[in-house]
């Protein structure tokens, strides 16, 4: 789960780690009253959306009058602002932060993720804040520092001050950037992160280090031990399918595609996408309806589907275990029924009750495309969607 910068910058000062102080808004005469309560004579005007890049897309603007407050927000609320992170559908801005400006002396690079190879938390830092952290891994990747944190040791000083003092910190910097790892590092493993990001992580003139922007995602799967970071969620920034999907126990993700899958098991789910682009289709959607489903699942789970108009025909494949056959069967049917199913519709089945299974379907009055295996089932999917079958 993602959520915005302000949100992000709370959890941080829940975690003593220093930002600058910033108030939300919704209006313009917010964003005006925002800049007024802040004091100052500068201020920065953030689009808060689920997405990176916001500055180079015109979400970010310095402002150095109430007037130029006034004039930015003004331009940003209600503007869909398309980064190399929305797609080209962009996304609309419903709010914005207004924050405090500050007299930058350098920024920096500090991110937390998990390196799944070896089961460690790895820290890493650099010296190029600001820009792009691919860019800088792709280009020069030697300005990138990285440290293994072992979970069951934790987070140690050794490992801050050696990120610090290779990025360039000094003196009291290093002590300040020590700390300010460590709180990121703690709030990490504390609230269950995939990713924290920091970029830029600045020193300031008076001699502070902390973040400009952050960036923190969480796991989806552990949500139920953070009621609190569970209300940050925004239905604004997400899937109307998706989110619809989750009301029902569906692990579903909307993709560009014209092939609707319908797949049980997260792994026959993604091995079912890549044999479809391995025979020249694109897939709609992922969509794994688990081991518990039940017809109305099933019947629901169609819905979705058939919701996305790009959608010109649908793949299911079933590895019966958990889930049997004749229980999909019954979903088809169902759905079928219901919703007036007009796309070509092509079904693997296999493992427990299959036999049962496809009776179901043979008895029924559907026109399906039945498939012998997953690669026979792909290949008819993808000249189904073209309209070649």
Not at 243 to 255: G, Q, V
Request: hydrophobic residues 40%; aromatic residues 6%; glycine residues 10%.
């Amino acid at each position: 789960m993602n959520i915005h910068e302000y949100q992000a910058k709370e959890l941080l000062k829940k975690h003593d780690i220093k930002t600058l102080r910033g108030k939300v808004a919704k209006s313009v005469e917010d964003a005006v009253q925002a800049a007024n309560d802040l004091g100052g004579n500068v201020w920065v005007v953030k689009a808060q959306i689920h997405a990176g890049g916001r500055g180079k897309a015109g979400g970010v603007k310095l402002a150095r009058s109430i007037d130029e407050v006034r004039a930015h927000a003004s331009d940003i609320l209600g503007k869909t602002l398309v980064t190399h992170q929305t797609g080209p559908e962009g996304k609309l801005v419903r709010t914005l932060l207004v924050e405090e400006g500050c007299e930058i002396e350098k920024e920096y690079y500090f991110g937390i993720v998990l390196d799944r190879k070896t089961g460690l938390v790895t820290l890493m830092a650099s010296s190029e804040g600001g820009v792009e952290i691919e860019k800088v891994a792709e280009e020069t990747p030697e300005k990138i520092i990285k440290v293994a944190i072992d979970p069951a040791v934790g987070f140690s000083s050794y490992a801050g001050r050696k990120l610090a003092y290779n990025i360039g910190l000094k003196g009291d910097q290093i002590k300040d950037a020590t700390r300010f790892f460590e709180g990121l590092y703690n709030l990490y493993i504390n609230c269950d992160c995939t990713v924290a990001e920091i970029n830029p992580l600045v020193t300031t003139k008076a001699g502070d280090v902390l973040a400009l922007d952050a960036k923190l995602n969480f796991d989806s799967n552990a949500l139920y031990r953070h009621s609190d970071i569970l209300e940050y969620r925004d239905p604004y920034e997400e899937s109307e399918k998706e989110l619809e999907a989750a009301k029902y126990d569906l692990s579903y993700i909307e993709l560009d595609g014209t092939i609707g899958c319908l797949v049980n098991g997260a792994g026959l789910a993604m091995g079912t996408m890549d044999i479809i682009k391995l025979h020249g289709g694109e897939p709609a959607n992922f969509l794994d309806v688990g081991g518990g489903a039940t017809k109305e699942t099933v019947q629901k789970a169609f819905s979705i589907i058939l919701s996305d108009e790009k959608v010109k025909a649908i793949l299911v494949n079933i590895f019966g275990g958990i889930m049997k056959c004749d229980i999909i069967a019954d979903g088809i049917v169902a759905a079928a029924t219901e919703l007036g199913i007009e796309v070509p519709l092509v079904v693997r089945l296999e493992g427990t009750n299959v036999a049962l299974g496809k009776k179901i379907l043979n008895e029924s009055d559907l026109k399906i495309i039945a498939a012998e295996d997953l690669s026979d089932a792909a290949l008819k999917a993808v000249a189904a969607s073209k309209g070649e079958l």
